[in-house]
Nanobody, 126 residues
Framework: VQLQASGGGLVQAGGSLRLSCAAS????????MGWFRQAPGMDRVFVAS????????YYAHPVMGRFTVSRDNADNTVALQMSSLKPTDTAVYYC????????????????????WGQGTQVTVSS
């Protein structure tokens, strides 16, 4: 099982980036997916989640209205479109498979995910 995140980089405040995560080794459409981020010296925190069919999405408050999560089950990918980026968005971004309870919305707990992948660095300059 693998998750390969890509699309990170250096961007100025107010700019945009699109992250992508390619999954393999599992039936992708069987899993809700999540995006998390980890800033230096900080815990990994929830950013967004998306249901198995893409029908609903949840977002952490700091990114609500600026980030959009989507998925393509035919292509086994999940994406995170980030706009109006702020220096506080600087972190390594990770995608992961949700393996927790279906009822435990918004799927925000790191312990309910596995196969995190290597992450992709996002740096937002002021």
């Amino acid at each position: 099982v693998q998750l390969q995140a890509s699309g990170g980089g250096l961007v100025q405040a107010g700019g945009s980036l699109r992250l992508s995560c390619a999954a393999s080794g599992r039936t992708f459409s069987n899993y809700a997916m999540g995006w998390f981020r980890q800033a230096p010296g900080m815990d990994r925190v929830f950013v967004a989640s998306i249901s198995r069919d893409g029908g609903w999405q949840y977002y952490a408050h700091p990114v609500m209205g600026r980030f959009t999560v989507s998925r393509d089950n035919a292509d086994n990918t999940v994406a995170l479109q980030m706009s109006s980026l702020k220096p506080t968005d600087t972190a390594v971004y990770y995608c992961a498979f949700y393996i927790g309870s279906e009822s435990d919305l918004p799927y925000g707990k790191t312990d309910d995910y596995d196969y995190w992948g290597q992450g992709t660095q996002v740096t937002v300059s002021s």
